[in-house]
């Protein structure tokens, strides 16, 4: 206690941007391995070294001690390795700053085509559903795919609801893997996809779903599976799946996903904006018109 007033002496502008900057560090950490098996291992890991530390200090023990000061060092090569996918997926994110680039021109084309894209997925889906064919569509955003798609049979076709139904149709030779989309064209089919291994996956699911989860855990894509057991639909996003979906809530969640449902939010706000001086504009003129017609009656 007695420290107290002499931390509050030293604590200027420099020691708040320090405190506030290494604080903003673990908790953007933090927030990239929430929901993912990092969330586990960190957990474990605090655990492990408290319960460590803790006894070798309560109980004085001097082995501990010196083979913890001389592996806790050996964590900073470790952490990098253990948490390597979490790592290049808070860096992927921290690097997407083409969207700032782009021309209002390019963004409006992408954003047509993703609009075309995610309609006709959409209605290849619940038809898919309806006939319990098994399907993994993945949609590409800024993490490139092309690794993924180099192991597939090529196709750079136009995506159409038609192309995505005969392809996942059952015993077709492209059927058991993955599409892979970029814009509104299929860039590969057939495709295969690393596997989750997340633990906190329930074991009724099967191949199709671990690898749309493992190819979001990998990346910043989406990726839509339609069950062959069920024929139910789910989205898998940032390791994490959404299940049970109708064709509507799949369309809602794949425009808010690939952030077109807030562009065309601010688009109409800003369309609102820009007719409401006009309709301002006319009110008052309408006004004015009325009340010239009326003010002869109203003499006579």
């Known amino acids: ?86 790592l290049r997926r808070a860096l992927e994110r921290l690097g997407h700053t083409g969207a700032w680039l782009r021309s209002p021109l390019s963004t409006s084309n992408q954003e047509a085509e993703l609009s075309h894209a995610i309609e006709e997925i959409t209605r290849a889906s619940a038809q898919l559903a309806r006939l319990r064919y098994g399907a993994l569509i993945v949609i590409e955003r800024e993490t490139g795919l092309q690794d993924y798609a180099d192991r597939g049979i090529p196709l750079d076709a136009t995506l159409t609801r038609q192309l995505l139904i005969n392809v996942f149709f059952p015993n077709s030779p492209l059927h058991d893997g993955a599409v892979i989309v970029r814009g509104n064209r299929i860039i590969a089919a057939g495709c295969v996809l690393p596997l989750s291994d997340n633990v906190a996956i329930e074991s009724q699911l099967g191949t199709r779903h671990r690898a749309g989860i493992g190819i979001t855990e990998e990346s910043d894509a989406v990726a839509v599976i339609v069950s062959e057991e069920t024929g139910q639909i789910s989205v898998a996003a940032n390791g994490r799946l959404y299940r049970n979906l109708d064709p509507e809530r799949l369309r809602r969640i794949l425009r808010s996903l690939l952030r077109l449902e807030r562009q065309a939010t601010g688009m109409r706000l800003r369309e609102r904006a820009r007719q409401r001086p006009r309709l301002a504009e006319g009110g008052q003129g309408e006004q004015v018109a009325e009340d010239s017609a009326r003010t002869p009656t109203q003499v006579g």
Request: aromatic share 10%; charged share 10%.
């Open 1 to 86: 206690m007695p420290e107290l007033p002499w931390i509050f002496t030293r604590l200027d502008l420099r020691a708040l941007v320090d405190i506030l900057s290494v604080a903003l560090i673990f908790y953007w950490l933090l927030w990239v391995a929430q929901g993912t098996r990092a969330a586990q291992l960190i957990r474990g890991l605090v655990i492990l070294l408290g319960a460590v530390i803790g006894a070798a200090n309560l109980f004085q023990l001097v082995a501990l001690n010196w083979l913890l000061s001389v592996t806790l060092p050996a964590l900073i090569v470790a952490i990098p390795i253990v948490f390597q996918p979490e």
